[in-house]
């Protein structure tokens, strides 16, 4: 999920923060349907995998990033919502969660959702509003944790994308109609010229 599809300008950013960054992929591409394979470690590979993802996250203003995503099929997404204008977060610590599996989920709670594979999409979405997940961390110790509020929201918007799912998906028949030409725009790879270089396989609108 993402705030706001441009970069908030971080300053001072060293460049070799900025070599972290990683190419998204865009609605359409078939890596987003498909089911993430399970770790059953971590190596320095994924390490840098997850700095990588918190370093695309921050520079697209994202609060959450599946591994599918940035091109690999793996259950891994982070999430950091420190910075979200939705409320007050700033003390949420970051979150890196390996095969994530809910165990139990609560309640309903409706709110608007994107997404920054399909850029320009917002739409409310039904979801529980609170969830017992477990996981492993970034030590790849085994977690059990409630979450409630945005981060149970955003959780389950990632971990969605690691079952091949995406929020758009959730929407009822007749909202999904109502957004199709622009996701078919979008699954042909047409963005504003201005986000365009966020993505793998893109090219601008005329
Ligand atoms: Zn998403």
């Known amino acids: 999920m993402s705030e706001l599809l441009h970069n908030r300008n971080r300053p001072n950013k060293p460049d070799n923060l900025r070599d972290l960054i990683l190419p998204l992929n865009i609605f359409g591409d078939d890596i987003l349907r498909k089911k993430a394979r399970p770790l059953q470690g971590i190596d320095i590979g994924i390490e840098k995998l997850v700095s990588s993802m918190f370093e695309t996250l921050y520079h697209t203003s ?71 997940l477990q996981y492993r961390n970034e030590h790849f110790e085994k977690k059990t944790s409630e979450f409630s509020g945005l981060l149970a929201r955003v959780l389950q918007h990632e971990i969605d994308h690691l079952h091949g799912t995406l929020f758009i998906d959730r929407l009822t028949p007749l909202d999904r109609e109502m957004i199709q030409s622009e996701l078919d725009t979008i699954a042909a790879g047409i963005v504003p010229a201005e986000i365009a270089h966020l993505f793998r396989n893109s090219s601008s609108e005329p």
């Open 62 to 132: 994202g609060i959450g990033l599946a591994a599918p995503q940035v091109g690999h099929s793996i259950q891994l997404v982070v999430v950091d919502i420190s910075r979200s204008r939705r409320g007050d977060y700033a003390c949420e610590k970051p979150i890196v969660a390996i095969n994530p599996h809910i165990l139990s989920a609560n309640g309903d709670d409706v709110t608007e959702e994107n997404c920054l594979s399909i850029p320009g999409i917002r739409k409310n979405i039904v979801r529980p509003a609170a969830i017992t």
